[in-house]
């Protein structure tokens, strides 16, 4: 009997995620399989400029019963309903047993409100008013990741209705607190090990002159598997890329190539400009996929508090071992109203995936860099 030749367009398939060790079932036959179940409505595009009932537009009465400023770019502000509570904090109570352990967390929850205008989301965002974010960012990583007992500084972005945002003026979150949560932890920590296991390349940019994860993966993506196309952009500083081990269907990881960077205070004026213009293009390339308003989770991770030190001198430190990068984890499959469910197998035994990153990839890469509200034929059809 012949040997069969493995295809990873046809073949079910594992792939491995080194930063969390985790594997993704690939199954590219199943694309073809009809979809019966349930669809979700699109999200809304055609949002007023203001709307008085949003607890986010600017002068507006919050939910909590504080007043927002009349902003006019970017602001922030305290959790009205915060996860977690600033200290100090109560003891941790003795434990009933040694597998039910507690474990007492503080901290801080902010919101950044990226824009005074509530109908306009990244994707419509002009790049400096996106530049603004990215100082905003920096500025509330610094401040909360500098606080006493703060350890790690989370950022991220829900978008959509679909992911849990129960407001669709664009907005993003940040929480702070006194432990460094599963997921990065573990990312972290393959890192280390990375680092610490795998010889230096004959230039290695990691740190303290070793060998780092992220910058041999995207550098192989940038360099060595073009011709696979995982890669959906690119400008002088940034590349996004549906990773190898992606588990959504249209999953992007962003993240800088040309040199290691630890966090986004570690970011040349140059990097925030090129930052703006790559987030600006993902996110209309979502957009115009399905011409809707695309769904996602968006999260940074980084070291899991800034440098107390000057930046420059700071290269040195262990801490440094993280690599800046960003996820975006969209729940869009088939199209604006059909979503990607992680049920059954994907709970019970590990993520499953049919459309292959490489696939993605394409679609994505080969989409207009114009947002579909702003393509001539829809612009025709609006003043119509």
Known sequence: MAEIQFDPTTHPHRRVNPLTGEHVLVSPHRTKRPWLGQTEPPQQANLPEYDPKCYLCP????????????????????????????????S??????????????QGGCDVICFHPRHDLTLARLPVPDIERIIEEWSSIYRKRGGQDGIKYV??????????????????GQVWSLSAVPSLPATELANLQKYSLSTPPSAAPRGPLGRSCLLCDYVTFEVSVAQAEGRVVLKNEHWVALVPWWAVWPFEIMLLPYKRHIPSIVHLTPEEKTAFAQILSQITIRYDNLFSCSFAYSMGIHQRPVPPTTDVVADDQDEENVAHLHLHFAPPLLRSASVRKFLVGFELMAEPQRDLTPEQAATRLRDL?????????????????
């Open 59 to 90: 002068g507006n009465t919050r939910a909590g019963g504080q007043q927002n400023e009349k902003y006019e770019h970017t602001t922030v502000f305290e959790n009205d309903y915060a996860a977690v509570l600033p200290p100090p904090g109560p």
């Open 92 to 105: 941790a109570p003795p434990a009933p047993h040694p597998l039910l352990t507690t474990e007492p967390v």
């Open 154 to 171: 989370q950022i991220f972005e829900n978008k959509g209705a679909m992911m849990g945002c129960s407001n669709p003026h664009p907005h």
């Open 368 to 384: 207009p860099d114009v947002h579909y509200l702003n393509a001539p034929e829809t612009a025709d059809n609006v003043s119509a």
